[in-house]
């Protein structure tokens, strides 16, 4: 029964909360009975945990209005299936999206004690790898931002990222107990809870109707039960939220063991169901092919589409508008077995065709692609799926069955292309390539940046682009301006809004605004101090985190991402290398005074991105202590890399290192980052680099190296790093120092496979592209000599920024994909002001 008392809302609604009084008491009344403290014992952490309840209380109010009205509009809704959400903070943005934060900082000063501070105390939500995860984050902002019924559905994993520190120079991983002193925001909903089968065997019965029934009967269940994450939109009284499964045995004990007297067998089968959400698997685009992570991913599937099929239920006659009323994109092929779970909903349990069933589910998912190496496209063993999902290993059979038929029939595939677009792939061992079954099932399928789209259809996806052309499109990926600019650079977000107005929170297009002050001197020099500014905070941070001083007016120079070969961080480091050298050589050489920082994780497998950590610790180290450098030159690694460390990383740097092998990196998202905090690029003809060198036209970014098809003639004509390391005598000196000891004199010979690999393979092509990196860095630390002209460059490049912001990418998914309109925005009651 739905209890109907309106008076329950009309006690403290959120007019009455807003003004200082109210939510002082509000405050106050959450310090003393939420967190049971008197004014005796409050701690800095204390305020944080009142003041998450007290933004809680208003997330709550908007998120029911908004709830009530996709009741009474029934719109069409949104659901976004991704294992990963990389959410990172959640408080600061809550008080600036509902328009809160000024309000709120008076509040806390009230009370003795610094907002800024405060939000310290809360812990990253570390769901997800990298920028997969983070996309996802920022479509969530977007979608609210823009009134689009978008739903997020994932996995709670107890342990998020794991917390990376640094020892003897290597990484060590620690785990990342995020939830450990409670998540203030969040609603827990212990009445959604699904049950979810795992195991057991099918059945096949002949109906009364002469009608084959399938049944498949599971021997294991696991309930999944939901916690919300609300998800405001920006200055707009709409918000969305964030489904989060957590897995709870389906009995307290198993009673078997119980009555048998073995009462910890029986608890700890209790918590072995339960390991299903413990923790996040922390490959980036790599997979592992285990059976816990298939099990999650089926988890979250499960359990997200009975949400959405009850829920359409209550307010529905049945399934038969279903495709009207919802969609469904999948972020990445990690929730595809979502495809094959709705067949089975709507033929087994639903009784449909199996033509009624497909006809539906291809209108409902559509698939984004994040990445064209072949080793990053997920497979599952058909033993491994045979065992866990036997009924939908049967699917994935008859899928697959008629769709080759189909083909076949049509003529256009060779059979060669055949055994291309097949589900299974045929050897030894066969496997369900996941990524076809996401194509074949799937509305439309995109890739995140126009290279990427481009070179899906004509590597991975060339025989589905055959037969489906209209499958494929592209969406550009983008960062919501409100954490990225708004929340993370307040200093040049409130420049920015006094010379153009603050409409650019919402219409990222209009930083265009700013060209015509590029030439404004005063401005030129406001924003310089700006960055100045942002620099020294920077320069705090990293002396409190690594104990490292740096000079501040050096050029800040910052490469800050997952740890992969293909995103070139050696490169990168090499290159640093061979700086030393030279001030070794040459002690009185002038040149721009530098500070090369890192930071990232490495999946902790992954022996050679580890080894190149370390490799960069003991340059660094090397560097940072050598006297005879004085002040040219100084080497960080940042540990633990993060999005609230991102936050503060990029608002203070100067250079953006974008340096991956053209044709390897999707999009990337950090590049965009930074260009909207005002840094220069130095990028390769990769991902999204392309269209901001379109955007920022081609004086104001640092483009170089091979481009995608020069990559690829390269290797075709067969590759050795050796003709190129012996045409440049510096590079061939700087690989002599790594494999002669100079940076590993504890260690020796530690650093011999980064050696061979980049001499006998390098399938990164880090020697080809060296010469030309180190020319243009060249050219750059020239150019940051001239810092008014720098300068002018860094204004172009974020007045040109706006193609970047998720409003952008989530509008063309609206229009193109999903086809839902955007609804009339609602007035919030309180309103962001930027300035
Ligand atoms: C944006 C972001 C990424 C993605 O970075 P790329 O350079 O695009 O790979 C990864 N991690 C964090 C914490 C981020 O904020």
Redesign the pocket.
Known sequence: MIVENSRLIDLLSEEQKTDLSSLEKQFAHHLEYTIGKSKYTIKNEDIYKALGHTVRDFLIDRLNITNERYRKEDPKKIFYFSLEF?M?RTLMNALINLGLYDLVKQMIGGFGFKLEEVLEFEMDAGLGN??LG?LAACFLDSMATLNIPGFGYGIRYDYGIFNQIIANGAQVEMPDHWDADGVPYEVIRPDVTYSVGFFGYTETKVSGKGKLQHYWIPDETVLASAHDCPIPGFNTSTVNYLRLWTAKSSEEFNLDYFNHGDYMKAVQDKSISENISKVLYPNDTTEQGKLLRLKQQYFMVCASLQDIIQNHKQTHSGLENLSDKIAIQLNDTHPSIGIAELMRILIDLEDWSWEKAWDLTIRIFSYTNHTVLPEALETWKVSLIEKLLPRHLEIIYEINHRFLESIRSSGKLSDFEIGEVSIIAEGAEKRIRMANLAVVGSNKVNGVAALHSDLITKTIFRSFYKIFPEKFNNKTNG?TPRRWLIQSNPGLSELICKKIGGSFATDLSRLRDLEKFVDDADFRNDWANVKQANKDNLAKLIKSDTGIVIDPASMIDVQ???FHEY?RQLLNVLRVIALYRRIKENPNLQITSRTVIFG?KAAPGYYMAKLIIKLINNVAWMVNHDKDVDGRLKVVFLPN???S??ERIIPGTNLSE?ISTAGT?A?????M?FMLNGALTIGTLDGANVEMLEEVGEENIYIFGLKTEEVFALKEKGYDPGDYIRKNEELHRVLLMIRENYFSMNEPGVFSPIYDSLFYTDSYLLAADFTAYDEMQRKIAQDFRNQDVWTKKAILNVARAGKFSTDRTIREYAEDIWKVPLLPMMEPKTKYKLA
């Open positions: 990389l990172g990298g920028g983070r960062i800050v991402k997952r995103k990232g890399y993060r999005v460390l991102a974008q990196e999009s990337g998202t950090s590049n980052k």
